[in-house]
């Protein structure tokens, strides 16, 4: 009798133990007697497959075990050996894209997911909490897609996480064979894939294993020596976190178990719901299917003729626009979210077209739309242009293209709604507030670290051709986003640009283009030179009611520069608060970057390196010489003149010093304008371009 009681509540002890505590398997998710907490768009379907997503952009799923597992016996304790494995199906909305990847995730709170955004940062984290000890964030990545920001190896990886999204060990998915050869394995093929995550705490050990099949590999993919200790609470909860972006897939899981000092228990593969089981049908019901479906193709094809005729309005999918990223909204959504269009909705209004705000109705997401007027010429070409191009740039200081929409002659471009519209508002005539030092150099450094994106950390160089302190966009936290990409070019990094028409906005275009017609990375770079100047004098780069000697932005600049007062160009509207040595290095570099002579302009790399403080800047300037060329060819002997001239009458050496000096010596240019001015034909001096 007593050994009875003993064996069943030994019974009952193990059962609690292996529900409750920290052992658990779930072979499907069927309910009711799994309950995970799920939030955001995960859900249980009546198959038990768990869905964190669909193919929705900009989603967030979570599914975490509902109550935390204790992984330390005492606050500062070590953590406890754990084991877990878990089968996924990442199914993307195009088959070689997939948008973005899950994790499975260890957090000290349900909280992270109030705070948590989507897109690359797979609902784990938002932007102000990356890298922060206090997140106490331990997850495991299954990325696929490629964000430089973040230090991405590729579009098809697994990464160790702590407390950030950059991660601290990587690789690319592969599993290794019975005989130990490494395989690919693609992350979004749709297939099953299993994983396993171990962490030994002896040796100190987090090993990620990964394999198509249900046969564990010898060899893990990951293996990361980590003391999770520092990193985990006493109890912390797990599950798994999803997002989607301007990408999306399906991310799936099938089953999961979970122990702490111990193997996982092994999951029964046969019971494990599927994906592909679903459409599973027998041959009878398949001829049955495609019977009938010939009679419906055969009938469709009068009701689709009859149709085309009623609907013109349809939209019409062209091919490329199955081949870019981002996601496509239906014109009623916009329409709705927009209030039909309403002008009381409207931002503001461009040569291209006019931009509402609106409210999705189906996330209450706050974006802006841009649309495109029929009249256009340029419309499609730019339309076009805009979402094969920006719908893949994925960083902080780029405006973000949510999606786009195309209904007859109506071009729609949804993007992140920027709250405090664009920079110009900030800095000309009647300024909506007024900025302070601070802010302007945050935002600088924000524009510069895009441009430098644009340029070096994409796959193609991305020349944005309109830089311009109206297309400089200002978010919720004042940070700079370079937007409107509606004349940008892609060229392939080591190719040569092509000529094309000249397009930009006077005050901000290379003296060179007009000339050669060939954007360049440097045509881009003097226009945020003139962007640099404008920010800190708070003025148009040439401004009409100016006396003569302040018409021109640069010149003046220059002049005050030369005379050794270089703050009396600063923003009167800042009233003298501003940090001297910021404004000088931003002052030095605008003149850098504005210099006539393409090759002689820092590029983007380096302007990020001059801002950060990484590097002093080099200890002379060159003087920027006149004005712009006239474009008939003057320019052209203009800049011959000016090289001759450096190499005969001065040595290139003190004229290029780069680097020269690091230790805050700012020291002005010591060439004087002068002798230069009395040497150059006169026509130089009249800027037909400006009239
Ligand atoms: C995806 O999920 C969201 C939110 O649950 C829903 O609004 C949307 O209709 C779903 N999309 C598809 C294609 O099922
Ligand atoms: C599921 O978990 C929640 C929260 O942990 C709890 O309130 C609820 O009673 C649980 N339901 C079942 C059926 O276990
Ligand atoms: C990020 O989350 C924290 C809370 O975890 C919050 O205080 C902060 O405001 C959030 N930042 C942004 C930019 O949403
Ligand atoms: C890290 O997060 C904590 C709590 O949210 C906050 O107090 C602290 O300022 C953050 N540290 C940094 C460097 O952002
Ligand atoms: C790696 O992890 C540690 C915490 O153990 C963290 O402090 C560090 O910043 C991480 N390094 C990288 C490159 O992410
Ligand atoms: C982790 O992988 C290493 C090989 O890289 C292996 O020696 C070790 O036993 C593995 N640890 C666990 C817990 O599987």
């Not at 072979?27 to 038990?48: M, Q, V, Y």
């Not at 050990?205 to 590999?217: C, D, I, R």
């Not at 802006?368 to 007027?373: D, L, M, Y």
């Amino acid at each position: 009798m007593p050994k009875k009681i003993t064996l069943l509540s030994s019974f009952i002890f193990l059962t609690i133990q292996a529900f409750c505590l920290d052992d658990f398997i779930f072979n499907g998710f069927k309910k009711p007697e799994t309950n995970l907490s799920l939030s955001g768009t995960a859900r249980i379907d009546k198959h038990g497959i768990l869905q964190l997503t669909n193919n929705t952009g900009r989603l967030m799923g979570h599914a975490l075990f509902p109550s935390p597992i204790q992984f330390k016996n005492s606050e500062d304790g070590p953590v406890k050996s754990f084991s877990t494995c878990f089968v996924f199906n990442i199914v993307p909305e195009y088959p070689r894209l997939g948008g973005h990847g899950l994790a499975f995730t260890v957090a000290p709170s349900q909280d992270f997911i109030k705070s948590a955004l989507p897109s690359q940062y797979l609902g784990l984290l938002n932007a102000t909490e990356v890298g922060n000890f206090s997140n106490h964030l331990f997850a495991v990545e299954f990325d696929t897609v490629q964000d430089f920001e973040f230090g991405d190896i590729n579009d098809n990886h697994v990464g160790i996480n702590i407390n950030s999204l950059v991660s601290n060990k990587s690789a690319k998915a592969a599993y290794f064979s019975d005989d130990l050869v490494q395989q690919d394995l693609n992350l979004k093929s749709g297939k099953t894939i299993v994983a396993w995550i171990e962490y030994d705490s002896i040796r100190n050990l987090v090993n990620v294993t990964l394999s198509p099949s249900f046969s564990k590999p010898r060899l893990p993919i990951l293996s990361y020596k980590l003391d999770l200790s520092p990193i985990f609470q006493k109890s912390m909860y797990i599950g798994f976190s999803s997002s989607t972006g301007l990408l999306a897939s399906s991310h799936y899981v099938l089953g999961w178990s979970f122990k702490t000092n111990g193997d996982a228990k092994v999951l029964n593969f046969k019971s494990l719901p599927s994906l592909s089981g679903h459409k599973k049908r027998s041959p009878v019901f398949k001829i049955l299917v495609s019977v009938l479906s010939v009679l419906v193709v055969l009938g469709s094809v009068f009701l689709v003729l009859y149709a085309l005729r009623k609907y013109k309005n349809r939209d019409i999918i062209e091919e490329w626009e199955l081949e870019v990223g981002p996601h496509r909204f239906s014109y009623q959504e916009l329409k709705k979210a927009t209030k039909g269009f309403k002008e009381s909705e409207l931002l503001g209004a461009g040569g291209f077209g006019k931009v509402y705000k609106g409210i999705l109705p189906s996330s209450k997401l706050e974006v802006a739309v841009k649309r495109i007027s029929n009249e256009s010429k340029q419309g499609l070409r730019e339309f076009v242009s805009e979402i094969t191009t920006i719908g893949k740039l994925r960083h902080r200081n780029l405006v973000q293209l949510q999606g786009w929409c195309r209904l007859r002659g109506d071009l729609l471009l949804v993007y992140d709604y920027m709250p405090n519209a664009s920079l110009d508002r900030f800095l000309f005539e009647k300024p909506i507030a007024v900025l302070s030092w601070e802010q302007r150099f945050n935002i600088i450094k924000g524009v510069a670290s895009g441009l430098f994106y644009l340029h070096e950390g994409y796959e193609q160089i991305v020349i944005h051709r309109d830089i311009k302190a109206s297309n400089v966009l200002l978010d919720g936290d004042l940070n700079g986003r370079v937007g409107d990409f509606g004349m940008a070019k892609l060229y392939e990094h080591g190719e040569n640009p092509t000529t094309t028409r000249v397009v930009g906005t006077l005050g901000y275009l290379a003296p060179e283009l007009p000339r050669t017609g060939r954007a360049t990375t440097s045509s881009d770079v003097f226009a945020f030179g003139t962007l640099l100047l404008e920010v800190v004098c708070g003025r148009r780069p040439i401004e009409n009611r100016a006396p003569p000697e302040e018409f021109v932005l640069v010149d003046w600049v220059w002049d005050k520069w030369i005379q050794g007062k270089p703050f009396d160009v600063v923003d009167k509207k800042l009233e003298g608060e501003f940090d001297e040595n910021e404004v000088v290095v931003v002052l030095k570099l605008g003149l850098m970057c504005s210099n006539h002579v393409a090759k002689s302009r820092p590029s983007m790399r380096q302007v990020v390196r001059y801002l950060e403080g990484e590097v002093g800047l080099p200890g002379m300037v060159r003087p920027p010489g006149g004005c712009y060329g006239d474009g008939k060819g003057g320019g052209e002997g203009f800049d011959d003149y000016i090289n001759s001239f450096a190499s005969s009458s001065f040595d290139k050496g003190s004229l290029y010093s780069e680097g020269a000096q690091a230790d805050g010596d700012l020291s002005f240019v010591s060439v004087s304008a002068s002798p230069m001015s009395l040497l150059l034909p006169p026509s130089l001096f009249m800027c037909p371009l400006w009239k």
